[in-house]
């Protein structure tokens, strides 16, 4: 397999990251507790108070991240090379996939990005693949619209 | 009614050919997806919690309790003929269940874990049969701060999921919470945590986010690690007399150790199985056989692990505390549905739960019959190339997340917690806190403002009531004891994979 084997960088950029939502919590709880007071005479909790309990807790958790947590001791390794080649376009498939479903509908998207799924993450040889993906919508398309009923989206184009 | 009258007519509505139709396609399906290499019961419920959304509640709840059962069941065929552990409560079976395999008694392998899962399976259901009522009958003591007591005793649930670090634990718990809060508040309706973006008004959708952080993640995780099928050939199953023989003291400590363990909130299976190993191996006149493929190196991890899961179902149904990630998803299930597990929840709901209990029973006994006749069929099926696989969940998770609410919001949803769940997983951060939190959330919220509302801003009302504090002495306790088999586990997972696994 490639990859990369780095140490865990994760720590205090999820500290930093906590210590932001934390702050994010207790603005939004402040604004609440204003919006308490103003709406609910005489509550001495509400909407807010769980929302400034959570914010205190991330900033505190943050802080301890980012000042005094150790990294753990196992390293990461980084997907590289064609398996990283591979797992981007795996992710720009499915990000196109929900681009493409509201304009030509769930059966035509589902038969096109199978297909690429089945080519660029199977490596599959076209033929195969678009074999592959078209037995692959047409079971989802038995199970869920035939069978279950559920409304899938039909798209502009109505496909 | 009594116990039995209860049970009865539980079995009466689990015996109906439309629930009993959806046990079967749950064992089929949980199984199915347990086999398949890598993937264990937790990714196998967030596949395919999706289907079950089109299903009234005692049916989907049957499903997705088969789901759970059967990917238990179907983990321990990838860790016996495959040395690959779905999750970490399959590690020890692969100790000696690989080894047999590899000196042709693979199939004995898998026959021994069958039989010794369906036993722990039903012992764990028949005490839940008559141990979780007792609990419930408690229901009538508990108000809000009590109530709130319970949440804290299932936080401590967090400390065992947290895997390497207690502290990573906790802040996917927090994050957890603050998802929880997104959409409107409780108390006055207003809009929190949504910066104005209307989708965010009704929340994030439980389904949605189990799909993303769960089956999403790990497709990714599964092309990184390019997994490979290997041909295996089983011939026969059934074990000898002799093999029964030696193997049944082990199934019958595996489940107790299992059982009697697994009714602590918050100890999950795979923290049992390598006690349950270790103390056969302790008990053993020749310990060398240990891990060179000893039936009962098989046997006790695979009695414990479904014994544990089988006591999980206690604490879940009678307080509402999962012990697990697979169970955590089973309670937003249940919530899902509108239901509460808890105490009131025999009260509320008794049809229903008895109806949940008795398919257990039906669960597990279908599970023998698929496990046993048909493992030539699911060991095929391991040999399904991830190729075919990976796409394949990727956009069965896609149309699921879709259609609980016809939504694409909640697909994005999904997409982007699978993004997330991948670099989460990968930098070894717990996402199973970040979901127990993100369920149970609601409910601590609420007990809390009613508590705190009962006491007039006193949180002093929470150790002035006997059980609510009774309860918060017990979360300290455990606590205790989750660390100090959190420490042991960890040291045993070390020891046997070489590497740090979350729990």
Same mark, same amino acid.
């Given at each position: ?33 204003? +919006? ?60 196109? #996939? ?44 038995? /199970? ?16 | 009614?009594?116990?039995? %009258?209860?049970?009865?007519?539980? =079995? ?11 046990? /079967? ?27 079950? !959304? ?14 759970? #059962? ?14 690959? @552990? ?11 269940? #690989?080894?047999?395999?590899?000196? %042709? ?9 069958? $039989?010794?899962?369906? /036993?722990?399976?039903?012992? %764990?259901?028949?005490?839940?049969? /008559? =141990? ?16 709130? %007591? +319970? ?25 957890? #919470? ?70 049944? @003291? ?59 899961? !089988?006591?999980?179902? $206690? ?50 006994? $279908?599970? +023998? ?21 990976? @796409? ?21 949803? !999904? ?23 993100? $369920? ?64």
């Amino acid at each position: 397999m490639n990859a990369n084997r780095a140490r865990p960088i994760d720590g205090k950029i999820v500290g930093a990251l906590l210590v932001l939502l934390g702050i994010v919590a207790l603005r939004e709880g402040r604004r609440l507790y204003v +919006l308490r007071e103003t709406l609910v005479a005489g509550a001495v909790v509400g909407d807010d108070t769980f929302p400034m309990i959570v914010g205190a807790a991330l900033l505190a958790l943050g802080a301890y991240l980012v000042v005094a947590a150790a990294p753990p001791a196992a390293r990461v390794e980084l997907p590289s090379g064609a398996t990283r080649a591979q797992m981007l376009a795996g992710a720009a498939v499915l990000v196109a #996939y929900w681009v493409m479903v509201p304009w030509l509908g769930y059966t035509s998207s589902t038969a096109i990005v199978s297909v690429l799924l089945y080519r660029g993450m199977g490596g599959y040889r076209w033929p195969v693949a678009v074999l592959l993906g078209a037995v692959t919508t047409g079971v989802l398309y038995l /199970f869920f619209r035939v069978w279950l009923l559920q409304p899938l989206p039909t798209g502009i184009l109505g496909g | 009614m009594d116990v039995l %009258g209860h049970l009865a007519s539980g =079995f009466a509505a689990a015996l109906t050919p439309g629930n009993l139709l959806m046990a /079967f396609v749950g064992s089929l399906l949980g199984t199915l997806v347990g086999v398949l290499p890598g993937l264990g019961p937790t990714a196998a419920i967030a596949i395919l919690f999706p289907l079950t !959304s089109v299903l009234g509640p005692v049916p989907a709840i049957i499903m997705l309790s088969s789901i759970y #059962y059967g990917a238990m069941y179907g983990g321990s065929t990838t860790a016996i003929l495959l040395n690959i @552990p779905g999750e970490v409560a399959s590690v020890p079976t692969c100790l000696d269940g #690989y080894p047999m395999a590899q000196q %042709g008694r693979g199939g004995v392998a898998l026959g021994i874990a069958a $039989i010794g899962s369906f /036993f722990a399976g039903t012992f %764990g259901v028949v005490i839940l049969t /008559f =141990f979780a009522p007792l609990l419930a009958d408690q229901a009538l003591r508990f108000g809000p701060p009590e109530y709130f %007591g +319970l949440m804290v005793l299932a936080f401590t649930v967090v400390v065992s999921l947290s895997g390497i670090s207690l502290a990573r634990g906790l802040a996917m718990a927090m994050l957890g #919470y603050l998802l929880s809060l997104i959409g409107l508040g409780m108390a006055t309706g207003e809009a929190r945590f949504t910066f104005g973006f209307e989708p965010l008004m009704s929340g994030v959708d439980l389904i949605p986010l189990v799909v993303g952080l769960f089956a999403i993640s790990e497709v990714f995780l599964g092309l990184e690690e390019a997994r490979v099928t290997i041909a295996t050939r089983i011939t026969n199953v059934f074990p000898r007399w002799a093999d029964l023989k030696q193997s049944m @003291p082990a199934i019958l400590r595996g489940t107790g150790i299992g059982f009697f363990l697994g009714l602590l909130p918050g100890c999950a299976p795979g923290v049992t199985v390598f006690l349950a190993y270790d103390a056969e191996k302790k008990l053993a006149r020749e310990p060398e056989r240990f891990g060179k493929g000893a039936i009962e190196g098989v046997a006790a991890p695979e009695a414990a692990n479904n014994a544990t899961s !089988s006591a999980g179902f $206690i604490p879940l149904l009678a307080l509402g505390i999962p012990a697990s990630a697979p169970l955590a998803i089973l309670l937003g299930g249940l919530m899902v549905y509108g239901l509460q597990p808890g105490p009131l929840l025999f009260q509320k709901n008794a049809e229903f739960v008895w109806t949940i209990i008795a398919s257990l029973y039906v669960g597990n006994a $279908i599970l +023998l019959i698929l496990n046993l006749p048909l493992v030539g069929m699911w060991v095929w099926l391991t040999r399904v190339p991830f190729g075919i696989l990976g @796409p394949a969940i990727l956009l069965l998770s896609f149309v699921g997340a879709y259609s609980v609410r016809n939504s694409m919001f909640d697909v994005a949803v !999904s997409l982007v917690f699978g993004f997330l769940g991948y670099v989460l997983r990968k930098c070894r951060w717990p996402l199973a806190p970040m979901l127990l939190a993100y $369920i149970l959330g609601p409910l601590l919220e609420n007990n809390l403002i009613q508590s705190l509302s009962m006491s007039g801003g006193s949180p002093l009302i929470f150790v002035q009531r006997g059980l609510s504090l009774a309860l918060i002495v017990a979360a300290v306790l455990l606590l205790f004891i989750s660390l100090a088999l959190i420490r042991y586990t960890s040291r045993r997972l070390r020891e046997t994979t070489a590497e740090e696994m979350a729990l």
